[in-house]
C-alpha cells in the first residue's frame, strides 16, 4: 500500500478497495461532478438535526431492511455496483469517470482502519481467488478500464487499473517459468543462451535488475530481507494456484460450463491454526485441490533440482553443463528454495498443519509421470 497507492495517486486517483475509505454522499448515489457539489464542510458541521428520534428510528429501519432497494438504481447507477465479486473495483472506476476525484490520504496518526487479515495460506489463498477472478471479469466485461475509462480517465490510470485486472492472465507466463525451464533441464533442453555468450546479458540484467529493485523498495517501505522473501514465495504461490484458478473459472464461466460462486473469506481460526501462525508456520491441513497443484508443481522442481545436481556432479565435463544449462540450474535452484515450506509440510512436519497424505502422493505422482515424459522425436 505505500507503493501503490501513491502511485495510483499520481497517475489520476487511487481506486477503492472496499475498506479505509471515505465516500462523499453524492459520489456513491450517482450524481455527476459538477460545481453545485462543492461542500462548505465547516458550516455542514454546524447544521442541526430538528426530526425527533422517532422519526429517525423508522428512517434507519427503512434503510436497514433488504428491501430498500427494490426497484431502485441502487446497485446499477447507485452505491456499489453489484453482480461482481470485485464490486468496490468498479465503483470506484465508476465514481472518478464521473467527474469526481480521489485523492490518496495517509496522515502520521493513530490508526483510523482496522481489520482481519486471513491466518492460513488456504484461506489466502481462496480470498485472493476471488479478487482475481472479480479483476478478470471487470476486464473482460464494460467495465474494463480501457472501455469504460475511455474519454473519461487519463490513460495511465486506464493502465494501472490493468495491472490488477491481469492477475488471473499473469499465471499463465509464471507457471511457464515454473514447469518449462525445470522440465527441459530434466531433458537436457537448454532454453537460455549460454552463460559464456553476450546473450545471456538481456536475461541477466532483467532478472538482476527486476528483483533488487523490488528488494530496493521492499526495503525502503520498511521491510526486511527475510520478509521480501517471504513475499516472493506469496507471489508465487498465489500466481500458480488462486490466480490460474480464477482464469479457469472465468473462462468455463463466459463458455456457460460453470457458475462461480461468491466464497465468502473465514477470518476466524481455531487454536492450533492461531498458534501455527503466531509461530510463523504456513498452514498445509486440508486437502484442497490448490495444494495437489502447489505440491506438484514444488515436486517437479525438487526431481529438476536433483537432475541438475546429478549433471554437475557425475557429468565428466562440468563447465559445459554449467555453461549450458546455467540460468535453467539457477532458476530451479531458486524454485526449489521458495518451495521450501511446500517440502517441510511434506516430509517433515508431524502436525495437523502439515501436508495431507493423500496430496503428498498426487503430487509425487504426478511429478514422477511429467518427469519420465519422453519428447524425444
Known sequence: MKLEFPGLDANGGPCYIGTGCFHQRDALCGKKYDETCKVDWKRLNRRE?????????????????????????????????????????????????????SIYLNPEREISFLGIAPTSLLTMLVQHKRWAEGHFQIFLSRYCSLLYGHNRIPLKLQLAYCAGNLWAANSLPTLYYVVVPCFCLLK??????????????????????????????????????????????????????????????????????????????????????????????????????????????AMLNLFSGFG???????????????????????????????????????????????????????SITFAFLVSTVDIST
Open 308 to 362: 541438475a545436481i546429478n549433471k554437475l556432479v557425475f557429468n565428466a565435463d562440468h563447465s559445459e553443463v554449467s555453461d549450458r544449462f546455467g540460468l535453467q540450474i539457477l532458476l530451479c535452484f531458486l524454485l526449489v528454495a521458495l518451495n521450501w515450506p511446500v517440502y517441510n509440510a511434506v516430509f517433515f512436519r508431524k502436525d495437523n498443519g502439515g501436508m495431507p497424505a493423500p496430496v503428498t502422493y498426487k
Open 188 to 297: 537436457d533442453i537448454p532454453l537460455f543462451p549460454k552463460v559464456s555468450s553476450l546473450w545471456v546479458l538481456p536475461f541477466a540484467y532483467v532478472a538482476i535488475a527486476h528483483r533488487a529493485y523490488s528488494l530496493g523498495e521492499f526495503l525502503w517501505c520498511g521491510g526486511t530481507f527475510q520478509a521480501w522473501c517471504n513475499d516472493q514465495r506469496m507471489w508465487l504461490f498465489k500466481r500458480t494456484t488462486s490466480y490460474f484458478f480464477a482464469l479457469c473459472d472465468t473462462i468455463l464461466k463466459l463458455l456457460g460450463y460453470s457458475n462461480p460462486t461468491f466464497v465468502i473469506t473465514a477470518k476466524v481460526a481455531d487454536e492450533d491454526v492461531s498458534r501455527r501462525y503466531e509461530q510463523e508456520l504456513m498452514e498445509f491441513g486440508d486437502s484442497s485441490p490448490m495444494f495437489v497443484v502447489l505440491a506438484s508443481l
Open 49 to 101: 438535526v430538528e426530526e425527533n428520534a422517532t422519526v429517525l428510528e423508522e428512517t434507519c429501519k427503512v434503510l436497514a431492511s433488504c428491501s430498500f432497494e427494490q426497484n431502485t438504481q441502487w446497485g446499477n447507477e447507485m452505491g456499489l455496483k453489484y453482480g461482481c465479486p470485485a464490486e468496490d473495483i468498479i465503483t470506484g472506476l465508476s465514481i472518478p469517470c464521473r467527474g469526481w476525484k
